[in-house]
């Protein structure tokens, strides 16, 4: 089992940046693929990022390439996320996320996901 808290929200304005954090518990950490998701208000949550394993490969929607970072630090139980250029559109409830320790469905789609942090706000002004 695995607990997420993330951090790092807050107000920026377009064009800016800002640095989420999810700190885990557990010391399997390094064993669970972590997600970004990201909510907006009236939508569906929606896949960010991932970063898989202790391998590190990653995933991206294609509306954040390019713009944002998904990294992790198994010594510090932590996974990042490094918004830059940050547009109002990118405006939500930030999400991290881990799927069951033996999982074989997509990463893309909340639905799999077992463990959920709290979420972060995270507000880009025009």
């Known amino acids: 089992q695995v607990q997420l808290v993330e951090s790092g929200g807050g107000l920026v304005q377009a064009g800016g940046s800002l640095r989420l954090s999810c700190a885990a518990s557990?010391?399997?950490?390094?064993?669970?693929?972590i997600g970004w998701f990201r909510q907006a208000p009236g939508k569906e949550r929606e896949f960010v990022a991932v970063?898989?394993?202790?391998?590190?490969?990653?995933d991206y929607v294609d509306s954040v390439k390019g713009r944002f970072t998904i990294s992790r630090d198994n010594a510090k139980n932590t996974v990042y996320l490094q918004m830059n250029s940050l547009k109002p559109e990118d405006t939500a409830v930030y999400y991290c996320?881990?799927?069951?320790?033996?999982?074989?469905?997509?990463?893309?789609?909340?639905?799999?996901?077992?463990?959920w942090g709290q979420g972060t706000q995270v507000t880009v002004s025009s």
């Open positions: 557990g010391r399997t950490f390094s064993s669970y693929a």
């Open positions: 996320a881990a799927p069951p320790l033996v999982y074989s469905g997509s990463y893309y789609y909340p639905g799999g996901y077992r463990y």
């Open positions: 970063i898989y394993r202790s391998g590190g490969s990653t």
